[in-house]
């Protein structure tokens, strides 16, 4: 059977596998943005709290991902659990690391302006500092997303949904029939949807950043 052939006997097999790995990838990438930019307006003040909380999320993503996936089916079982937990861990650093670098760029002048227009401490951050930070805080975003598009192939290990399923089954298979097609279509699939991930970042960003702030 061509690859051709494969992709019309399969599709919708194929297609129901991308939307769950398209799914849990988004979802832990959120996930991930929402833990580390709160991690980051915790620590971004601190030199030390920034430096410890850009070493602890870079020491996570050291950990190779089948020894965290195994070390977490003791504790969460086969299937979602272990996938969520492992996938939000590693798309912390990119988050924490740009928030902070946000957050730390935005100029002091800026800040005691709007303090001296009476704003509180809240509003300085959610209305000002954060938004200037925006920028940053969605390339961490971005640089996340696109690494858990390819951690997340790895989730098949634990039972865990998507496109690594196909590649699993195509590489335990090797030189059997179609198992090469099995692998190579799990693959594309993954790199198409972290192209078409990447084209909506692209989006976003024209649309939520000033003009002013992407001229800088």
């Given at each position: 059977m061509s690859f051709g052939e494969f992709l019309a006997d399969r599709w919708s097999r194929l297609?129901?596998?991308?939307?769950?790995?398209?799914?849990?990838?988004?979802?832990c990438a959120l996930a991930a943005a929402l833990i580390g930019v709160g991690i980051g307006v915790a620590v971004y003040r601190s030199p030390?709290?920034?430096?410890?909380?850009?070493?602890?999320?870079?020491?996570?993503?050291?950990?190779?991902?089948f020894a965290?996936?195994?070390?977490?089916?003791?504790?969460?079982?086969?299937?979602?659990?272990?996938?969520?937990?492992?996938l939000v861990l590693y798309g912390l650093l990119p988050v924490?690391?740009?928030?902070?670098?946000g957050l730390g760029g935005v100029d002091p002048a800026v800040?005691?302006?709007?303090r001296g227009v009476g704003m509180s401490r809240l509003g300085v951050l959610t209305g000002v500092e954060l938004r200037l930070a925006w920028p940053a805080i969605l390339t961490g975003t971005r640089?996340?997303?696109?690494?858990?598009?390819?951690?997340?192939?790895?989730?098949?290990?634990?039972r865990g949904p998507g496109l690594g399923v196909e590649i699993f089954a195509g590489l335990t298979r090797a030189g059997s029939a179609n198992a090469t097609n099995q692998a190579v279509a799990g693959t594309l699939g993954i790199v198409v949807l972290?192209?078409?991930?990447?084209?909506?970042?692209?989006?976003?960003?024209?649309?939520?950043?000033?003009?002013?702030?992407?001229?800088?």
């Open positions: 297609l129901v596998e991308a939307l769950l790995h398209v799914s849990a990838v988004v979802q030390f709290g920034s430096a410890a909380a850009t070493a602890l999320t870079s020491a996570i993503l050291t950990i190779p991902s965290l996936l195994g070390l977490l089916i003791p504790v969460l079982g086969l299937g979602v659990p272990p996938t969520v937990v492992a924490v690391r740009n928030t902070i670098v800040r005691d302006a709007a640089i996340a997303t696109q690494m858990l598009m390819g951690i997340a192939a790895i989730a098949a290990y634990v972290a192209l078409v991930l990447d084209g909506i970042f692209a989006l976003i960003g024209r649309y939520t950043v000033s003009r002013g702030i992407r001229g800088q």
